[in-house]
């Protein structure tokens, strides 16, 4: 089973922690004997989903948007998306250099396109712009790649 992640970044600390014990409710379901998660290794849920699968025992593939896409997260998370992409099995790569929401976006695609399943942290509102959570939710129904959101009930962002 390979189980890709999308969601929003910039969570509030108490929905940030619902979301944690939701991810880890997730994978208490799952056979993580042959499970790979995918993810593009942000802050926040990428991050969350990718950590947790490692803990449980699960490989973890790491699709990376562009060439300058650490440059453009939060300096206090370089130090986990470097662990985190050591201990990645295969890494995938859209071959383009400027973190654009383009870019972005075509990074979330290859995620689902690699995925069996998606996990989404998303409050089931329109993106705020292009490449947004949305906008993978909306790629992966058309692919037609089940999803399962992840919000905790009366959160906001």
């Not at 600390?13 to 499970?35: F, H, P, S, Y």
């Not at 650490?70 to 050591?86: E, N, V």
């Not at 690699?114 to 993978?136: E, I, N, Q, Y």
């Amino acid at each position: 089973m390979r189980i890709g992640i999308t969601g929003h970044r910039g969570l509030p600390e108490d929905v940030a922690e619902q979301v944690r014990a939701g991810l880890a409710a997730q994978i208490e379901t799952l056979d993580t004997t042959d499970l790979v998660a995918i993810s593009c290794i942000a802050d926040g849920p990428d991050a969350w989903w990718a950590q947790t699968a490692l803990d449980a025992g699960a490989k973890l593939e790491v699709v990376i948007p562009a060439t300058e896409y650490r440059a453009g997260l939060p300096d206090w998370h370089h130090p986990d998306y470097d662990h985190l992409l050591s201990k990645a099995s295969d890494v995938h790569r859209t071959g383009l250099i400027e973190s654009t929401s383009e870019a972005h976006q075509a990074g979330s695609e290859i995620l689902v396109d690699l995925s069996d399943h998606l996990l989404a942290v998303w409050d089931g509102k329109p993106a705020r712009g292009f490449g947004g959570t949305a906008d993978v939710v909306s790629y992966a129904r058309e692919a037609g790649v089940p999803i399962t959101i992840i919000w905790p009930d009366g959160a906001s962002r």
